[in-house]
């Protein structure tokens, strides 16, 4: 490729991803074939069981495909040597419980995410503190998730999946457990970061609303992509 040619390639992009578990008796993906082109928000559905969890760590490469390829920027994940270093890099994880560390603070969680980075120890604080911001907890940042609320515990989630400037966002379920003014706030960082980052969101979903607040939904049965 010239330094004239733009790359055209989606974001992500899976081929006849196959996941089998149980000794080969259980396919929790059966041939999945995805493509999501950058900036976009996708939503992923079914019910529960059909595998799309399993997509999204095989996407985040905390699990390996059984067969199949995937790609994710310009990483093939089959290839992949070092997947903690990718992960930090370029990928973003949301979760329905957000696992945040007790003993810190909403700050300290943010900033836990870069250690191991470049970034030295004022810089990671300072990009702590302005992610919060954006997030806007500011007022809220010496308190520890126990003195949060749901929703608020989420957004310092959503903070620290971005604090190493991830290309991709993956949430599973990060609306499950709040309440509707909750899930409206989220999503809302949700559209800002696809529309001024251009942040590429994989969202997965059991919520017809949620899933409405996307690009496009794909929807899942027994393993593979089916139509709505």
Do not use: W
């Amino acid at each position: 490729m010239s330094e004239h040619d733009v790359d055209t390639r989606p974001m992500i992009e899976t081929h006849d991803v196959k996941k089998i578990y149980a000794d080969g008796k259980v396919a929790a993906l059966d041939g999945v074939d995805l493509s999501v082109s950058a900036g976009e928000f996708v939503a992923i559905t079914g019910p529960s069981g059909c595998g799309k969890s399993t997509l999204l760590s095989l996407l985040a490469a905390l699990d390996g495909p059984t067969s199949g390829t995937i790609r994710v920027g310009s990483y093939e994940l089959q290839q992949l040597k070092n997947a903690d270093r990718f992960r930090r890099q370029e990928v973003g994880l949301v979760f329905q419980l957000h696992n945040l560390l007790p003993r810190l603070s909403a700050l300290g969680n943010v900033e836990i995410a870069m250690m191991g980075s470049d970034r030295p120890r004022a810089e990671r604080a300072r990009r702590a503190q302005s992610l919060l911001r954006d997030v806007g907890l500011t007022d809220l940042s010496d308190r520890r998730p126990t003195q949060l609320s749901g929703g608020e515990r989420q957004r310092v989630a959503v903070a620290r999946a971005l604090a190493n400037d991830p290309s991709v966002l993956y949430a599973d379920e990060p609306t499950g457990s709040l309440d509707s003014k909750s899930v409206s706030t989220v999503l809302g960082l949700f559209e800002r970061l696809r529309t001024d980052h251009g942040v590429t969101i994989v969202l997965v979903t059991h919520d017809v609303a949620v899933a409405a607040s996307a690009d496009r939904t794909v929807h899942m049965l027994d393993g593979r992509i089916v139509e709505p």
